[in-house]
């Protein structure tokens, strides 16, 4: 339905154009998420920053190409060209996308879990210590971090990223207590 409406969503004369996504939902503790393209979503725990989603890009098709026997893995490093590259078919508003990964087993969120979901313009400039280190910084708000991930990816852009975004969010874990 995502698909259908971004694909319908144009000036009369112009061509469509396409976006990656990444989603999260939570309810009580579990995060539910959803992804196309190779906008991520990431989990910080601890000292530790882990990738949750997977980039949907033409590597990917290559690597399930060498997975299944049609292709070796020699020859699919020689496409280096692309390897990076977003095909048809991993962005919503082309029409009919092909690949989504939609989680319907969520997982357990932990108290100061952080939850970071980003375009490609902050994961194609910044590393994941960069990033990982901005996100511990305890000195800043939230709000605040999010605005330093985007001025830094913007500031240090070298190759004319067409966008950067970012959302984040923390778990808390509050008891309720009712008082008599």
Same mark, same amino acid.
């Given at each position: 339905a995502i698909d259908k409406v971004i694909h319908d969503f144009h000036e009369e004369g112009e061509k469509g154009s396409g976006t990656t996504m990444v989603a999260v939902i939570t309810e009580v503790n579990r995060l539910y998420w959803a992804s196309v393209g190779d906008s991520r979503i990431y989990l910080l725990r601890g000292d530790e920053i882990k990738l949750v989603t997977r980039d949907h890009n033409y590597y990917l098709r290559l690597m399930q190409m060498v997975e299944n026997g049609s292709m070796t893995k020699e020859e699919a490093m020689r496409r280096e060209y692309a390897i990076k590259q977003l095909t048809r078919k991993e962005k919503l508003g082309i029409g009919n996308v092909k690949l989504m990964?939609?989680?319907?087993?969520?997982?357990? %969120?932990?108290?100061?879990? %952080?939850?970071?979901l980003c375009s490609n313009g902050v994961t194609k400039t910044l590393s994941k210590d960069r990033i990982k280190m901005i996100l511990k910084n305890d000195a800043v708000s939230m709000q605040k971090k999010a605005e330093i991930l985007v001025e830094a990816a913007v500031r240090e852009n070298t190759h004319s990223q067409d966008n950067t975004s970012?959302?984040?969010?923390q778990y808390i874990e509050t008891k309720i207590t009712k008082e008599r």
């Open positions: 990964d939609v989680i319907d087993k969520p997982f357990e %969120m932990q108290t100061g879990d %952080m939850v970071l970012v959302a984040l969010l």
